[in-house]
């Protein structure tokens, strides 16, 4: 059974930082892309980052580019995402994805497993 939990979520101001990480037990971690979805109230969940199998490619949304960076610690089966300059519609229940396949991608039908969400709340 696999197992995804982020945390490091929170209330932060706008303009602050959060780093949001994800243990993923149960499975190879290293043989598969990793994703970060997040989703407002009353919105569909939409793709923010992911970061293939060795970590050596990454792809953002237009949205954070720049600002959120993606990275993964193999050896800790840990996936992270830093937020800086974190804005008011940055606010969403973010969750954390493994890909069926060793190289990212931005549609949630190609993650087949997923986390229970952390709440990341900006206030302006």
């Known amino acids: 059974q696999v197992q995804l939990v982020e945390s490091g979520g929170g209330l932060v101001q706008a303009g602050g930082s959060l780093r949001l990480s994800c243990v993923v037990s149960?499975?190879?971690?290293?043989?598969?892309?990793m994703g970060w979805f997040r989703q407002a109230p009353g919105k569909g969940r939409e793709f923010v980052a992911a970061i293939s199998w060795s970590g050596g490619t990454t792809f953002y949304a237009d949205s954070v580019k720049g600002r959120f960076t993606t990275s993964r610690d193999n050896a800790k089966n840990t996936v992270y995402l830093q937020m800086n300059s974190l804005k008011p519609e940055d606010t969403a229940v973010y969750y954390c994805?493994?890909?069926?396949?060793?190289?990212?991608?931005?549609?949630?039908?190609?993650?087949?497993?997923w986390g229970q969400g952390t709440q990341v709340t900006v206030s302006s």
């Open positions: 994805a493994a890909a069926f396949a060793r190289y990212g991608s931005r549609w949630s039908e190609d993650f087949g497993s």
């Open positions: 149960g499975r190879t971690f290293s043989s598969h892309a």
